[in-house]
């Protein structure tokens, strides 16, 4: 398929939140990054407790890894611990340009960036390895550009990935209002991931089920969540797993996760009164 280019792309992420419930649980918050906590891969870098993800150059990939692996799963045990976790971030394409690929939250079984691959891979997965069952990945995908390869749904949508960029499921960006009436269609509310607005992510894993949510920031919680999927991670995840998300600050518990994109340069801001990461994607020309 042929690449499109890398084009100048602003997502932020507020403090991720992450817990495992578990006797080994782990908590921990980062505002602003630290090279003295943070594992660096690619070209992504730290300056003034700014993380960096990527530079000028047209798809490439970086990753910051929180340093210590965490346990998914308790001793003797094949099942996967229950988790949670939620975040704020934004895209913002440049005006007349087209946007980047999106971004992936997920988890990883080992440090580096080996087998990903930049532009429609999202720094996911590569051309070789994609459906492998020994990749033991796990990402919930952003996507803004549709990929017929990877049989996306459209230009704007969520998906649940296991070792694959081809979706589980996957949703059109968007919440469904708590006042809607018998799952009325007509009264789901699309977001669009690139249109520079800030959005509230949550993700919830428990009794074989996953639930991805989001909603414009500030707004409770919708009830409904936009994916309910039985899913069961126990052959995915391996016992002990490092994890990534696109860019952020976020709090763990058996589960991990810093940032991963492309063409990307995160810096320090504020939003709602919060202390945030924010990433610029800019293309070779600027």
Not at 80 to 89: A, E, G, Q, R
């Amino acid at each position: 398929m042929k690449k499109h280019p890398q084009p100048p792309l602003l997502p932020s992420l507020l403090p991720i939140i992450l817990s495992f419930q578990s006797i080994f649980a782990i908590d921990f918050v980062f505002n602003g990054f630290d090279p003295a906590n943070t594992s660096l891969y690619g070209v992504a870098t730290i300056q003034s407790r700014i993380l960096t993800l990527t530079n000028d150059t047209t798809f490439t990939i970086g990753r910051a890894l929180y340093p210590s692996k965490i346990r998914t799963k308790e001793p003797n045990s094949s099942l996967v611990l229950p988790f949670s976790t939620s975040f704020i971030f934004s895209i913002a394409p440049y005006r007349d340009s087209l946007p980047g690929h999106g971004m992936v939250f997920l988890f990883v079984p080992f440090k580096g960036i080996k087998g990903a691959s930049e532009g429609q891979h999202l720094g996911f997965v590569n051309r070789t390895n994609d459906g492998k069952s020994t990749n033991h990945l796990f990402g919930i995908e952003f996507d803004v550009f549709q990929n017929e390869e990877f049989g996306d749904i459209n230009a704007n949508h969520v998906g649940i990935n296991l070792n694959s960029l081809t979706s589980e499921e996957a949703q059109a960006a968007g919440y469904w209002p708590d006042n809607q009436r018998n799952n009325d269609e007509k009264s789901f509310k699309e977001l669009k991931l690139n249109s520079g607005k800030n959005y509230q992510v949550w993700i919830d894993y428990a009794d074989f089920h996953i639930n991805v949510t989001m909603a414009p920031v500030g707004m409770k919680r919708p009830r409904k969540p936009l994916l309910n999927v039985p899913i069961n991670l126990s052959w995915v995840l391996e016992e002990e797993i490092f994890s990534v998300c696109d860019v952020g600050t976020r709090r763990f518990s058996d589960e991990n996760v810093i940032g991963i994109g492309g063409n990307g340069k995160v810096y320090k801001g504020v939003l709602v009164g919060v202390e945030v990461a924010m990433k610029r994607i800019v293309s070779g020309k600027q």
